[in-house]
Structures are given as C-alpha cells and as structure tokens.
C-alpha cells in the first residue's frame, strides 16, 4: 500500500515569506507527527496529531509555526515569516490505531530559505 | 527528559566486516526503542524495535537488544555491504513522539 506522502519535495524562499508544507498520511492511521531534521539540531519533534484530540503541540519552537490537520487525514504544516534558520528537512509520520508507537516516516520536504 | 545517545561517526568499514553501533538511552519507565535508518537521498525507515526488557529486534540481518540493565540498545550486523552505507538513528518513544539520537554514518568500502 502507499507510504506517507509528502509535498513538495523541496522548497526554496525567501526570507520573510510564508509556506505551507502537505503530508498524507497512511490510509487507516490515525497519529500524524511532524519532526524537524536539521544539521544543527538533528531530528526534533514539532507537532503530534491523534483523532479528534487537540494536538500537542509542545514541540513547536516559536509561533510563526503552526499546524493542522482536516478530516483526521491530510495534514498542513505552515510556517509564517520564514526565517534562515528555518532551513531544514521537514518529516512527516503516521501511527495505526493498533500499533501507535511504531511510526512510519515520510520522504520529506527539504525548505530552503534564503 | 529522556535523551538518547549514540556514538560518534562517521564509521567506516570494509564489506564483510562486524558491525556495531552503540546506543544508550536515558528514561523514566521503560520505553520501547527503535532503530532507524536513512539511505541517501532517502526518508526515514524502520530497521528494527523492541518494547521491553532483553527483547531482541532484528531485521535485514541486524539485531538490537534491549538491555535494562545498561540502557543500551547497540545495533549489531555480521557481515555489512555496501548497500548499508547509511545513517543509522537510535530513538525512545516518550508519551507521543520518539526521541532520536544524534544519528551514525556508516560508510562500507568494497
């Protein structure tokens, strides 16, 4: 079956300006995640969606960051006034119901602010 | 909070080689941990995982143990190949989100 998708792939813009990054989750799963992969960061944890909960979203670093996602499936990451240090591989995953703790990563987005 | 650790690469070996990467980890109850892997150019993927004490995860011919009593979980491979050239993540998860080390490169030279 399909993996988690993600779009686009890669991502370049200016400073200042806002982007909004897609992910599509595995049909069935009902945890979204976003992670941020950076070189000075490494791999860090942004935003946790389950059903119809509200989301945590203890990981986002600033309020220029948010995040959504319709009907239980598709999901938006969007990111306001982007900043250089925005700069990053952005990852999505999902979790089945069933086995929540395992969770399956998309290819991501690569943003590029310049 | 929980934190893992992993050693330092890039780590370079010749194929057929032993391989081991350790990982240990740092937490409050006992998560289940994980061993991903990311080929260039390529997303995150599951190598393997164990959820609970002295389980065995293994996959592709690598294997992890969770050992409680030194809270590592190094990743083990007999004989690697070119084709394992990749960064390796050790991660714990914590509530809703996993924690990643820092990630390993491994180079394998034919």
């Known amino acids: 079956g399909a993996g988690v998708s993600q779009s686009p792939s890669n991502k370049v813009t200016e400073k200042g300006k806002d982007v909004e990054l897609r992910c599509d989750p595995i049909?069935?799963?009902?945890?979204l995640y976003w992670y941020r992969q950076s070189l000075g960061q490494g791999l860090e944890f942004l935003i946790y969606?389950?059903?119809?909960?509200?989301?945590?979203k203890s990981g986002l670093p600033s309020d220029r960051f948010s995040a959504e996602r319709t009907g239980g499936s598709v999901s938006t990451l969007t990111i306001q006034r982007t900043q250089q240090e925005d700069s990053a591989v952005y990852l999505c995953?999902?979790?089945?119901?069933?086995?929540?703790?395992?969770?399956?990563f998309g290819p991501g987005t690569r943003l590029l602010v310049l | 909070g929980n934190s893992v650790t992993q050693m330092e690469g890039p780590v370079t070996l010749s194929e057929e080689a032993f391989l081991t990467i350790n990982c240990t980890y740092t937490a409050t109850g006992y998560p289940s941990l994980f061993w991903y892997v990311q080929y260039p150019g390529e997303g995150l993927q599951l190598l393997l995982k164990?959820?609970?004490?002295?389980d065995k995860g293994s996959n592709k011919g690598f294997e992890a143990t969770y050992r409680k009593e030194t809270t590592s979980f190094h990743l083990e491979k007999g004989s690697v190949q070119v084709s394992d050239s990749a960064v390796y993540f050790c991660?714990?998860?914590?509530?809703?989100?996993?924690?990643f080390g820092a990630g390993t490169i491994l180079r394998v030279k034919s």
């Open positions: 969606f389950q059903g119809n909960s509200a989301p945590d």
């Open positions: 991660a714990l998860n914590q509530g809703n989100k996993l924690v």
């Open positions: 995953a999902s979790s089945s119901p069933v086995v929540r703790e395992t969770q399956y």
């Open positions: 164990a959820t609970k004490a002295d």
């Open positions: 049909s069935g799963h009902t945890a």
